[in-house]
């Protein structure tokens, strides 16, 4: 990758990872803002749905990169002052 001069300093900046989600993790299924998992996404060809409990619309790619992305940061601890 880094043989491209063009490209050597942007490819050696970005930050690399590898998120590891159970075979099980339902990515496009669950609701990337409430959490409900809808059955009904399990049919590949359902490119858009909207999530029957909190109504927000989602495209099946972008929410499960959301989810993954959620599985993939540390959590917040709240703190009750």
């Given at each position: 990758?880094?043989?491209?001069?063009?490209?050597?300093?942007?490819?050696?900046?970005?930050?690399?990872?590898?998120?590891?989600?159970?075979?099980?993790?339902?990515?496009?299924?669950?609701?990337?803002?409430c959490g409900y998992k809808n059955p009904l996404v399990k049919d590949l060809a359902l490119r858009e749905w909207v999530c029957p409990s909190c109504g927000v619309?989602?495209?099946?790619?972008?929410?499960?990169?959301?989810?993954?992305?959620?599985?993939?940061?540390?959590?917040?601890?709240?703190?009750?002052?």
């Amino acid at each position: 990758m880094l043989k491209n001069h063009c490209l050597a300093k942007a490819i050696s900046e970005v930050s690399w990872s590898l998120i590891i989600a159970g075979a099980n993790y339902a990515s496009s299924q669950l609701c990337s803002e409430c959490g409900y998992k809808n059955p009904l996404v399990k049919d590949l060809a359902l490119r858009e749905w909207v999530c029957p409990s909190c109504g927000v619309r989602h495209d099946r790619d972008v929410n499960a990169a959301q989810n993954l992305l959620k599985l993939a940061l540390p959590t917040e601890i709240s703190t009750a002052v």
